[in-house]
């Protein structure tokens, strides 16, 4: 092992150590109109990944107001670092408008929390994988 590999293991070790929370990522299937009760279902959802993750607000994100339908919304936004070495289904990629559900935290207001998937980073030197999402709150 050269000295880059064992610095990778020890900064993944301690970025996995940060990880206190639980996250749940899943893609959600496409709504379907019910003609029986005249209601839109919400679609089937995959999960892709569950267990230990670390949420965070980014510091300098102010929010952003935005029209969504009828509502205005604000989007907050967050980085979500799972494990480097997360296991995902064979050939699955992580794609913008995947959702990031926090099943569990230390701050119990974070948990039930979901968050909406804006791009991933992908590196073979990074320490942990991670994903930028946004609260549509």
Known sequence: MNRLDTALTRGRAAARARMTDTVRLYAQGPD???RTTGTTV???QTTL???CGRVKPL???SGQDVQAADREVRLLDYQVSLPWDAPLPGGTR???GMALEVTASRDARMTGLVLYVT???FSDQATAWRINAEDRA
């Open 94 to 96: 992580v794609l913008p």
């Open 59 to 61: 510091a300098q994100a």
């Open 32 to 34: 379907v109109f019910d």
């Open 49 to 51: 990944y569950t267990g």
């Open 119 to 121: 791009g991933a980073n």
């Open 42 to 44: 919400p679609g089937p």
